[in-house]
């Protein structure tokens, strides 16, 4: 089982990153990630170096998110709607809403376990069953849940927890589990912890014999070698598939260790992996952007990244992770009983829809000025 033990809280930010810098800090730094990665996904460092030398910086015409910026703004959507109270029932209804039940985008529903858990919800079968298919051990759920972080900025263990009820409908076993070590490791970043605490607080929430804490483990012994004995230490040889959570998460926490939190170098480490190189450079864009705070990402870098394209999810056309990021941390207004919303509107809808907008029965968003706790 996990690790109960515990460290000292953590302070609330002070200085110069606050709670907003370090929100906006995760979410950008994922979308940057995932768009600096998208070009290198399911290659070998060979291949890389053959084809760019190393990785500095965008190597696509038009850098943009994929599927794992839209999913993670579908969300924080989710999340800003209903916070704490979030049940897999609303994430099941969202799923249905916003991307079963509507036509798909050119890249039909993103990943492997996203197709699954899709063609599952559509025969009628119901969360948790919906997560029952051949990729649910996949990085889809990882991918999406730095968001969990954020609204639970320092409390690992909540923000553990709303990523397993948000990879209920679509993973099950080590997908869950890679999904809740990232979470816990933003929300540990969020409040100012040290690398090392970041990823303690990843490994207090997964059991400790999970193939996903033995891949952390392997990571953080070989991260202070750099990335190739990171990447040796993780990787799989011979297995054709990318997506394997417990890989995907451990090359991410790897490259983050490697570069003792340094949002630049943790990012271009993660893409010069290769691998699964869009979420592993997301999930380490997002712990080192929560981290060092917004303000760490270079300009140009962060000058690229515009609204979600809608290229996977097309009802997340129009949103950016910064107004997500924005939602997260907002204090509700004196006496309201509901997470603000945002009112952009997806193409083709009549309004923004239930992960668009504010309900009015649920809880309000965290507020940047709440008691912090990290365990580990």
Same mark, same amino acid.
């Given at each position: 089982?996990?690790?109960?033990?515990?460290?000292?809280?953590?302070?609330?930010?002070?200085?110069?990153?606050?709670?907003?810098?370090?929100?906006?800090?995760?979410?950008?730094?994922?979308?940057?990630?995932?768009?600096?990665?998208?070009?290198?996904?399911?290659?070998?460092?060979?291949?890389?170096?053959?084809?760019?030398?190393?990785?500095?910086?965008?190597?696509?015409?038009?850098?943009?998110?994929?599927?794992?910026?839209?999913?993670?703004?579908?969300?924080?959507?989710?999340?800003?709607?209903?916070?704490?109270?979030?049940?897999?029932?609303?994430?099941?209804?969202?799923?249905?809403?916003?991307?079963?039940?509507?036509?798909?985008?050119?890249?039909?529903?993103?990943?492997?376990?996203?197709?699954?858990?899709?063609?599952?919800?559509?025969?009628?079968?119901?969360?948790?069953?919906?997560?029952?298919?051949?990729?649910?051990?996949?990085?889809?759920?990882?991918?999406?849940?730095?968001?969990?972080?954020?609204?639970?900025?320092?409390?690992?263990?909540?923000?553990?927890?709303?990523?397993?009820?948000?990879?209920?409908?679509?993973?099950?076993?080590?997908?869950?589990?890679?999904?809740?070590?990232?979470?816990?490791?933003?929300?540990?970043?969020?409040?100012? &912890?040290? #690398?090392? $605490?970041? =990823? %303690?607080? /990843? *490994? @207090?929430?997964?059991?400790?014999?999970?193939?996903?804490?033995?891949?952390?483990?392997?990571?953080?012994?070989?991260?202070?070698?750099?990335?190739?004995?990171?990447?040796?230490?993780?990787?799989?040889?011979?297995?054709?598939?990318?997506?394997?959570?417990?890989?995907?998460?451990?090359?991410?926490?790897?490259?983050?260790?490697?570069?003792?939190?340094?949002?630049?170098?943790?990012?271009?480490?993660?893409?010069?992996?290769?691998?699964? &190189?869009? #979420?592993? $450079?997301? =999930? %380490?864009? /997002? *712990? @080192?952007?929560?981290?060092?705070?917004?303000?760490?990402?270079?300009?140009?870098?962060?000058?690229?990244?515009?609204?979600?394209?809608?290229?996977?999810?097309?009802?997340?056309?129009?949103?950016?992770?910064?107004?997500?990021?924005?939602?997260?941390?907002?204090?509700?207004?004196?006496?309201?009983?509901?997470?603000?919303?945002?009112?952009?509107?997806?193409?083709?809808?009549?309004?923004?829809?239930?992960?668009?907008?504010?309900?009015? &029965?649920?809880?309000?968003?965290?507020? %940047?000025?709440?008691?912090?706790?990290?365990?580990?």
């Amino acid at each position: 089982m996990a690790s109960t033990a515990c460290i000292p809280p953590v302070p609330a930010p002070q200085g110069a990153v606050g709670l907003r810098d370090r929100a906006r800090g995760a979410l950008l730094g994922l979308a940057v990630g995932d768009a600096l990665g998208a070009p290198a996904e399911n290659m070998k460092p060979s291949e890389i170096r053959a084809r760019w030398g190393r990785i500095t910086g965008y190597v696509a015409d038009r850098p943009a998110g994929t599927d794992d910026t839209e999913y993670a703004i579908f969300s924080g959507l989710l999340l800003a709607r209903h916070g704490a109270a979030l049940t897999q029932a609303h994430v099941e209804t969202a799923w249905h809403e916003w991307i079963a039940d509507r036509e798909e985008g050119p890249f039909r529903g993103a990943g492997f376990s996203e197709r699954g858990t899709l063609e599952n919800l559509r025969r009628g079968l119901a969360a948790p069953i919906s997560a029952q298919h051949r990729h649910a051990w996949s990085d889809g759920l990882a991918m999406r849940a730095a968001p969990h972080g954020v609204f639970a900025a320092g409390r690992p263990a909540e923000a553990a927890r709303l990523a397993a009820v948000d990879g209920s409908v679509s993973h099950e076993g080590e997908g869950i589990y890679g999904g809740q070590a990232v979470a816990a490791g933003v929300a540990a970043a969020m409040a100012g &912890a040290s #690398t090392v $605490a970041v =990823v %303690a607080s /990843a *490994l @207090a929430v997964v059991p400790d014999d999970s193939w996903t804490a033995r891949c952390l483990r392997r990571a953080m012994t070989a991260a202070h070698r750099g990335e190739r004995a990171v990447r040796s230490a993780v990787v799989i040889g011979g297995y054709p598939w990318t997506d394997l959570a417990p890989e995907a998460v451990a090359l991410a926490f790897g490259a983050y260790a490697a570069a003792d939190g340094d949002f630049t170098d943790a990012v271009l480490t993660a893409v010069n992996m290769g691998r699964d &190189a869009d #979420t592993t $450079a997301a =999930v %380490a864009g /997002a *712990l @080192a952007g929560a981290t060092r705070g917004v303000h760490a990402i270079p300009p140009d870098w962060a000058a690229a990244i515009g609204p979600a394209r809608g290229s996977c999810l097309p009802t997340m056309a129009g949103h950016h992770v910064l107004e997500v990021a924005d939602l997260l941390t907002r204090e509700a207004p004196p006496g309201a009983g509901h997470a603000p919303g945002l009112t952009r509107r997806a193409p083709g809808t009549a309004d923004a829809g239930p992960v668009g907008t504010a309900s009015a &029965a649920g809880p309000p968003v965290r507020g %940047a000025d709440e008691a912090t706790e990290v365990r580990t």
